[in-house]
């Protein structure tokens, strides 16, 4: 199983990057989804979760209304629309499979099994 991420950069503050998180080796269909982040210096935390058919995505709070995740399971991919960047969203962003369809305990990472190698997002003032 392999997860690819990409998409990360350098953006001005206020703008927009969308991530895409391509998967080989299962079948996505049957996994939520989820994106993580790790700033330096700081523990990985949650940013957004969806379930395996994306009929309910879930979110942190400070990434609430900003950030979009969807998935198109007929391309096995998952994506993390990132609009009006913050300093603060600065991080090495990670996807992650779920060990179910339905996204329990979504902001736990220790129910995530499959994890990508991270792409970088830096926002600048």
């Known amino acids: 199983v392999q997860l690819q991420a990409s998409g990360g950069g350098l953006v001005q503050a206020g703008g927009s990057l969308r991530l895409t998180c391509a998967v080989s080796g299962l079948t996505v269909s049957r996994y939520a989804m989820g994106w993580f982040r790790q700033a330096p210096g700081q523990e990985r935390e949650f940013v957004a979760a969806?379930?395996?058919?994306?009929?309910?995505?879930y979110y942190a709070d400070s990434v609430k209304g900003r950030f979009t995740i969807s998935r198109d399971n007929a391309k096995n991919t998952v994506y993390l629309q990132m609009n009006s960047l913050k300093l603060e969203d600065t991080a090495a962003y990670y996807c992650?499979?779920?060990?179910?369809?339905?996204?329990?305990?979504?902001?736990?990472?220790?129910?995530?099994?499959?994890w990508g190698q991270g792409t970088l997002v830096t926002v600048s003032s």
């Open positions: 992650a499979t779920h060990k179910t369809a339905f996204a329990l305990g979504f902001r736990a990472s220790a129910l995530y099994h499959y």
């Open positions: 969806i379930n395996g058919n994306g009929g309910n995505a």
